[in-house]
Each structure stands twice: as structure tokens, then as C-alpha cells.
């Protein structure tokens, strides 16, 4: 098995089971019974590289932001606000974008 197959097996998939556990949706981007994603459209990106699920996040922004009448208030600008928050981190580490990440998420700038 190869490097990327154990940290699969090992690491993200005990992960995804677990988040599934407590009622998260998976996204595979790959078939059932692969152990590497092959297809990245699959779990709603247009390639691995994409850490973010940028229209994911963009139509939960808009889902999770309502009024008091349930109605949509965030315009484009502030969708874009946020988003770029998130993607636009200089981190100089991918530990070092995670926790950033986090810190934006959470509001501890």
C-alpha cells in the first residue's frame, strides 16, 4: 500500500466514519470500494488541490444567514468578504493554515 493509501485508511477515513457517527454528510471523491479519490467533482470540487469547498460554503453562508423572518441578508459583497477570509490566509505551513483557518471561523483573530 502506498503512503497516501495508509494515511487513508489510518487517518481520514477512521475520521469520516466517525463524522458520520454524529450526522455529517460525506462527500467521497471516490467510488465505494477505492481507497484513493480519482474524481474530484465528486465531493464538490474542481480539483484535490481545493482544500475549501468554496460553493459548499458559499450556499451554507447564505442558508445559515437569515433574518428574523427567515429571509437571505447577506449580499455578494460580504459572501466574498468571508470567503476570502478563508482563502486568502499567508499561512506559511499547512498546520499554520489550519489553525489560522480556525481562528477566523471562531472569531480569535
Known amino acids: 500500500m502506498s503512503e497516501l493509501g ?7 477515513q ?9 450526522g455529517w454528510r460525506n462527500a467521497r471523491g471516490s467510488a465505494p470500494d477505492a ?10 470540487r474542481t480539483s484535490f488541490t481545493e482544500a ?6 458559499r450556499q451554507k453562508l447564505w442558508q445559515l ?7 437571505e ?17 499567508g499561512a506559511t505551513s499547512l498546520l499554520d493554515e489550519r489553525f489560522q483557518g480556525l481562528s477566523v471561523v471562531v472569531g480569535h483573530q
Do not use: C
Not at 495508509?6 to 481520514?12: G, H, K, S
Not at 441578508?73 to 490566509?89: C, F, K, N, P
Open 73 to 89: 441578508w447577506l449580499d455578494e459583497h460580504r459572501i466574498r468578504q468571508a470567503v476570502g477570509e478563508l482563502t486568502r490566509l
Open 52 to 57: 475549501l469547498l468554496e460553493s459548499v460554503l
Open 65 to 71: 444567514n437569515l433574518d428574523a423572518n427567515g429571509d
Open 14 to 22: 477512521p475520521l469520516m466514519v466517525h463524522l458520520e457517527s454524529m
Open 6 to 12: 495508509y494515511e487513508f485508511v489510518l487517518v481520514e
Open 35 to 44: 481507497a484513493v479519490p480519482t474524481d474530484p467533482k465528486r465531493s464538490f
